[in-house]
């Protein structure tokens, strides 16, 4: 598009020169042969005082040659015949009845026309070429100001729009032409930012909803709980006990869930606060041997060292790491523990199935359950690692996992004091 107007302005400048110089070319320059006739005449009787030309012909450049081609006026002119010729000067031969005298030059004036033409031309093609290259230019300007540029700015709008950018409203200009478009586009921008701010305040009120069932619903699973505990000691029939047990199973599956479900609105909300202090490393045998409620836990000495954890939370990260060997490896548990650097290392392994090495880096992500659990019949939600990951990152620690075929090994850097 931008070489057609090239060329388009090109052709019609050639158009244009062409036309003035077919214009000019029409001219016709007919010779003075009164006047030749006058200048040879008088060179003819004034030989011998030829000053008379410049009285007599004023607005002519006269030039007389003698026989041999010599200038002999005006005097001094160092000009020859052959050069006056080739300089395109009208030769007259100027004789006295057969004899031969002198030569008189004067400017042809049909030379003289074409070259003034050929000025005028030259004048009239630069005087053109400057009003098109302004033309041009001021059209450039115009479009760029009025056009492109109302553009570019609403394709950095769109492209800002794209990014979440809802706060930066669209200028508008009286000189822009596209006014219209600009202000519907401003309109779209406060129109999509309203829409935000209701989702993320609907959002906002259904995790708040989440958070408050889950921590209405911890009420009634602790009276359930609690109410087993009673039975369990004071019924002696062993089928009662044995239902018992399994009501009293599923409840705590049920406070484990509803915990993790609360912890993850109030992460989502912000809300999920820890407060460390400095802990003796001792506390986390009784952290662990709490979370242990089937007794597979094979513990490892723990050195003697502080650490600054949240011991509500360390309970809350063991406790689901050991619960998910549970319910998805249901065998031994092995923990170990060592210092590593400015950290406490602790290793919490089961001997299940694993993970595959492609979903090491998922479990970790909410709701996130692996391909051989969704197709089993094992109850979660897919929150446990999650919230154990986050707390730990919170306690300015980190939690590793790790498979080597069987079985999965979670490690707990726990920062130490």
Same mark, same amino acid.
């Given at each position: 598009?931008?070489?057609?107007?090239?060329?388009?302005?090109?052709?019609?400048?050639?158009?244009?020169?062409?036309?003035?110089?077919?214009?000019?070319?029409?001219?016709?320059?007919?010779?003075?042969?009164?006047?030749?006739?006058d200048i040879?005449?008088?060179?003819?009787?004034?030989?011998?005082?030829?000053?008379?030309?410049?009285?007599?012909?004023?607005?002519?450049?006269?030039?007389?040659?003698?026989?041999?081609?010599?200038?002999?006026?005006?005097?001094?002119?160092?000009?020859?015949?052959?050069?006056?010729?080739?300089?395109?000067d009208?030769?007259?031969?100027?004789?006295?009845?057969?004899?031969?005298?002198?030569?008189?030059?004067?400017?042809?004036?049909?030379?003289s026309?074409y070259?003034?033409?050929?000025?005028?031309?030259?004048?009239?093609?630069?005087?053109?070429?400057?009003?098109?290259?302004t033309?041009?230019?001021?059209f450039?300007?115009?479009?760029?100001?009025?056009?492109?540029?109302?553009f570019?700015?609403?394709?950095?709008?769109?492209?800002?729009?794209?990014?979440?950018?809802?706060?930066?409203?669209?200028e508008?200009?009286?000189?822009?032409?596209?006014?219209?478009?600009?202000?519907?586009?401003?309109?779209m921008?406060?129109?999509?930012?309203?829409?935000?701010?209701?989702?993320?305040?609907?959002?906002?009120?259904? $995790?708040?909803?989440?958070?408050?069932?889950?921590?209405?619903?911890?009420?009634?699973?602790?009276?359930?709980?609690?109410?087993?505990?009673?039975?369990?000691?004071?019924?002696q029939?062993?089928?009662?006990?044995?239902?018992v047990?399994g009501?009293?199973k $599923?409840?705590?599956?049920?406070?484990?869930?509803?915990?993790?479900?609360?912890?993850?609105?109030?992460?989502?909300?912000?809300?999920m606060?820890?407060?460390c202090?400095?802990?003796?490393?001792?506390v986390?045998?009784?952290?662990?041997?709490?979370?242990?409620?089937?007794?597979?836990?094979?513990?490892?000495?723990?050195?003697?060292?502080?650490?600054?954890?949240?011991?509500?939370?360390?309970?809350?990260i063991?406790g689901?790491?050991?619960?998910?060997?549970?319910?998805?490896?249901?065998?031994?548990?092995?923990?170990?523990?060592?210092?590593?650097?400015?950290?406490?290392?602790?290793?919490?392994?089961?001997?299940?199935?694993?993970?595959?090495?492609?979903?090491?880096?998922?479990?970790?992500?909410?709701?996130?359950?692996?391909?051989?659990?969704?197709?089993?019949?094992?109850?979660?939600s897919?929150?446990?690692?999650?919230?154990a990951?986050?707390?730990?990152?919170?306690m300015?620690?980190?939690?590793?996992?790790?498979?080597?075929?069987?079985?999965?090994?979670?490690?707990?850097?726990?920062?130490?004091?």
């Amino acid at each position: 598009m931008r070489y057609g107007r090239t060329l388009i302005l090109l052709a019609m400048i050639v158009a244009c020169c062409i036309g003035i110089f077919v214009m000019t070319g029409r001219q016709k320059y007919m010779p003075n042969i009164v006047l030749q006739n006058d200048i040879a005449e008088t060179v003819r009787e004034n030989m011998n005082d030829l000053a008379v030309l410049e009285e007599k012909f004023p607005d002519t450049d006269i030039l007389v040659f003698d026989r041999e081609g010599f200038c002999i006026y005006p005097e001094g002119e160092n000009l020859t015949l052959t050069k006056s010729r080739n300089n395109g000067d009208l030769c007259l031969a100027v004789t006295d009845g057969d004899r031969f005298l002198a030569t008189a030059a004067i400017p042809d004036p049909s030379f003289s026309g074409y070259n003034k033409a050929f000025d005028q031309l030259a004048c009239a093609a630069v005087m053109l070429f400057l009003i098109m290259v302004t033309a041009a230019v001021s059209f450039y300007l115009y479009i760029g100001r009025n056009i492109l540029k109302p553009f570019r700015k609403m394709k950095e709008f769109a492209g800002r729009i794209s990014m979440g950018d809802l706060d930066s409203p669209l200028e508008m200009e009286r000189s822009n032409l596209f006014g219209v478009f600009t202000e519907s586009f401003d309109i779209m921008r406060e129109e999509l930012r309203a829409s935000k701010a209701r989702e993320t305040e609907l959002k906002r009120k259904e $995790k708040e909803l989440v958070a408050e069932l889950s921590h209405d619903l911890k009420t009634p699973i602790t009276g359930i709980n609690t109410i087993c505990d009673v039975l369990s000691l004071k019924v002696q029939d062993k089928y009662v006990l044995g239902k018992v047990e399994g009501i009293q199973k $599923k409840t705590q599956q049920m406070e484990l869930l509803v915990t993790d479900l609360l912890t993850a609105a109030l992460d989502d909300l912000g809300e999920m606060t820890v407060k460390c202090t400095d802990e003796n490393a001792a506390v986390l045998y009784d952290i662990i041997r709490a979370a242990d409620t089937r007794s597979l836990v094979r513990r490892s000495t723990i050195p003697e060292c502080m650490i600054h954890i949240d011991i509500k939370r360390m309970e809350q990260i063991i406790g689901n790491i050991i619960g998910n060997s549970y319910k998805y490896a249901d065998t031994p548990i092995d923990i170990a523990c060592a210092s590593s650097g400015d950290y406490l290392k602790l290793s919490i392994t089961d001997y299940g199935e694993g993970v595959p090495a492609d979903e090491l880096d998922l479990i970790m992500n909410k709701f996130y359950r692996g391909k051989n659990v969704k197709d089993s019949d094992i109850d979660g939600s897919g929150l446990g690692l999650y919230i154990a990951s986050v707390l730990m990152a919170k306690m300015n620690g980190e939690l590793i996992c790790s498979s080597k075929g069987k079985g999965l090994t979670v490690t707990l850097m726990i920062l130490l004091s």
